[in-house]
């Protein structure tokens, strides 16, 4: 008894020297991540929130004064221009969303399955996604040129005067549209393809063998199975349209008259160029809280397990 | 899927039974079979002209002529093959400097991603210390928010610390990766712990099993995460576009957005020969290295 009491000490002792250990080495291998992220993203985040109540300028920040919610209150004046600006993101995330993820799952649900040409047809719809924005939003400005670009040339033989896509309204927004979603359709096409591979082949013959076609089976199987990765796909796809500039800083520049003016692109306006800090991080808060919303409605929505597995 | 299931299943019968009942099978097929398997291949090739498409006509309209690019009707390869827009590029702006920047901020940020991620990924996956599951919750919180929400004061932080049109200001933000340290964390979660334990066993240190163990198993994602970041490091424009405003930190996309308030709308044929030196890099990458990055993009998921 005493001989084994004397034998687990040391023991016991060696393996909680071991953890502390363990421990320690956690914390220093977490802390490069950690650091960087507290300085370049939790602070500034802090910042923003504090800003946010501020008269804070950029470009001279010694004469920054608390203004309450004035800032605020200055973006639901109609003439601040930011309730327009998050419409046009609203529109842009209500038809950009729902349509990749649409188109997505149709070409992930054709391309599913062994057959010549698969992983050709794969890579093609998938180049968009993968190609840095500014290269192909300069590829759609050419095609969409009035004199000489190809859509308007395609246009032509159908009676159909050139069109100054960019340049006038409704069509700079569809136009911005278009490209998002031809932008993020082969990523929502490879996430609906893993979902669906994932799905066992007896389940569609079972049902082929209870005379379900290729469309019930679309509808009854595949669909319910790949609910959790639409829920998953719609929070990433909101918060990436949230997030929508550059498309636009090439394609329009916002115009005309503002109509494809994003939420972001108005920040970067307030803060770069007109250096009202105050408004800039008022309106960032303002998307911030809209983007933790859509986040807690949509984890809302799935169940606890697939959150899990989600992540 | 359904559709090539369909298939496969009538591609399995014949064989297994004798060539009698293979020959109605066969005369039913031009009909019921070769119509879907028609119509998905016609499809599908509308679609990857319509989404690759675009960069065949970039290469082609980036050897034309100014005046070829707009005529209508519009011609397919260049009647007069003009190599010398790229050499006027290059005169333009400094496209060479666009381009070492641009390698060395995307190789430098993906390294620094990889490592902090794949040291972060271990240790929230394999190792105890006390407040883990709450540090590992504020990242899961982080990765909701967008950097976009915080880019004015972070400015004014690089301003502060003189890190505006530099190289640790184009890197150093960049390099926490929160999507990283999700996927190695996964990654080490689902690996058998035997090893590692009989490592610990033996007297092998966390460092020691770290580096000689868990990395060596992690090489393929490893690789897979690399690309993956390596081709959004190469993309990145929001965060360089304000980060810098001096010509010589100009990344290749930066040099674009010059290029098109330059030329404008009536040379074509040279922003097209820009568009080819920022997106043929990736398109190479992508296409030597896409079952990786496809597994790094759908790994995200599991």
């Given at each position: ?83 327009s600006a998050l419409r046009n993101t609203a529109i842009i995330a209500i038809v950009v969303v729902p349509g990749s ?27 968009p996604?993968?190609?840095?924005t500014v290269g192909s939003a300069l590829i759609f400005s050419y095609l969409l040129t009035?004199?000489?670009g190809?859509v ?11 069109i100054s896509f960019l340049t006038t309204e409704p069509w700079a927004i569809v136009a911005v549209i278009v490209f998002i979603v031809w932008q993020q359709t ?51 796809g909101?918060?990436s349209t949230l997030q929508v500039f550059t498309q636009v800083y090439v394609l329009t520049g916002g115009g005309p008259l503002g109509s494809t003016k994003t939420a972001i692109y108005w920040?970067y ?43 | ?53 675009p ?182 424009f929001f ?21 098109q ?42």
């Amino acid at each position: 008894m005493t001989a084994l009491a004397s034998a687990r000490l040391p023991e016991s002792y060696r393996r909680r020297t071991m953890h502390e250990k363990e421990g320690r080495a956690g914390y220093a291998l977490v802390a490069p991540t950690t650091i960087l992220l507290s300085v370049f993203y939790l602070y500034p985040l802090l910042q923003t929130v504090v800003y946010s109540f501020t008269d804070w300028n950029p470009g001279a920040p010694g004469t920054t004064s608390f203004v309450g919610l004035d800032n605020f209150a200055g973006l639901f004046a109609p003439t601040s221009g930011f309730l327009s600006a998050l419409r046009n993101t609203a529109i842009i995330a209500i038809v950009v969303v729902p349509g990749s993820m649409a188109v997505g799952l149709l070409f992930a649900a054709m391309l599913d399955g062994p057959f010549r040409g698969r992983s050709f047809y794969r890579t093609m719809i998938f180049a968009p996604h993968i190609a840095p924005t500014v290269g192909s939003a300069l590829i759609f400005s050419y095609l969409l040129t009035p004199l000489g670009g190809l859509v308007n040339t395609a246009l032509e033989p159908f009676g159909v005067n050139p069109i100054s896509f960019l340049t006038t309204e409704p069509w700079a927004i569809v136009a911005v549209i278009v490209f998002i979603v031809w932008q993020q359709t082969g990523y929502t096409m490879i996430i609906f393809s893993a979902a669906l591979s994932t799905i066992p082949p007896s389940y569609h013959e079972a049902a082929k063998l209870d005379g379900a076609g290729v469309v019930r089976r679309f509808l009854s199987i595949s669909l319910p199975l790949v609910a959790p990765t639409s829920g998953f796909l719609v929070i990433t796809g909101l918060i990436s349209t949230l997030q929508v500039f550059t498309q636009v800083y090439v394609l329009t520049g916002g115009g005309p008259l503002g109509s494809t003016k994003t939420a972001i692109y108005w920040i970067y306006e307030q803060g770069f160029q007109f250096f009202n800090g105050g408004a800039a991080t008022a309106a960032s808060v303002v998307l911030l809280l809209i983007g933790i919303t859509v986040t807690a409605v949509q984890l809302k929505f799935l169940s606890r397990r697939d959150t899990v597995e989600m992540l | 899927m359904t559709i090539s299931l369909e298939r496969e299943a009538a591609a399995a019968v014949p064989p297994a039974g004798s060539s009698r009942p293979a020959r109605p099978a066969r005369r039913r097929r031009p009909l019921r079979r070769l119509l879907p398997s028609t119509l998905r291949h016609a499809v599908l090739i509308v679609a990857s002209l319509i989404f690759f498409g675009p960069f065949i006509w970039m290469v082609l309209v980036s050897f034309k002529s100014a005046q070829e690019a707009l005529s209508v009707p519009p011609t397919f390869l260049p009647t007069e093959w003009h190599p010398e827009n790229y050499t006027r590029l290059f005169e333009i702006a400094p496209f060479g400097r666009f381009y070492v920047n641009t390698v060395v901020v995307a190789v430098l940020s993906t390294a620094g991603q990889v490592i902090t991620s794949l040291m972060a990924g271990y240790a929230f996956a394999r190792l105890r210390f006390r407040g883990r599951n709450l540090l590992f919750l504020v990242l899961l919180a982080a990765l909701m928010v967008p950097f976009e929400i915080v880019f004015t004061p972070l400015i004014t932080l690089l301003s502060s610390l003189g890190w505006l049109n530099s190289y640790q200001g184009l890197i150093v933000p960049n390099v926490p990766s929160i999507l990283g340290v999700f996927l190695f964390r996964q990654f080490f979660s689902n690996f058998p712990t035997e090893i590692e334990d009989a490592a610990r066993m033996d007297g092998a240190g966390v460092w020691q099993r770290f580096r000689t163990i868990m990395v060596p198993m992690a090489t393929p994602m490893i690789g897979s995460f690399a690309i993956l970041s390596f081709v959004y490091n190469w993309n990145n424009f929001f965060f360089q576009f304000i980060a810098v405003n001096r010509t010589e930190f100009f990344t290749v996309q930066i040099g674009l957005t010059l290029l098109q308030s330059q030329e404008g709308a009536s040379n074509f044929n040279l922003l097209m020969a820009g568009s080819t030196l920022a997106v043929i890099p990736v398109l190479v990458v992508f296409l030597l290295f896409q079952n990786q990055i496809v597994k790094a993009i759908s790994g995200g998921l599991r």
